[in-house]
């Protein structure tokens, strides 16, 4: 598993980044919970998500050329 930024506002230009990969599903779903419980606010630009490791982050920017 990866945990990975997303996009609070769904916007087209955003890039997420992946913060830790080959995660354990347990852990990461308790550091994905902790982190956004702590840090997240409804006006956040991003919160941290979950995901399986075959995912690819999206890259608004590369597909805007």
Known sequence: M???TKDNFGRDLFTEQ????NVN???GKEL???WNDKYWMEHSD???ELVEND?????GYAELL
């Not at 992946?18 to 990969?21: D, H, M, P, T």
């Not at 995912?55 to 890259?59: F, H, Q, R, S």
């Open 2 to 4: 990866k945990i990975v």
């Open 46 to 48: 991003y919160y941290l």
């Open 55 to 59: 995912y690819i982050p999206y890259d």
């Open 32 to 34: 994905v919970k902790e």
């Open 18 to 21: 992946v913060v830790a990969e």
């Open 25 to 27: 599903e347990y852990i």
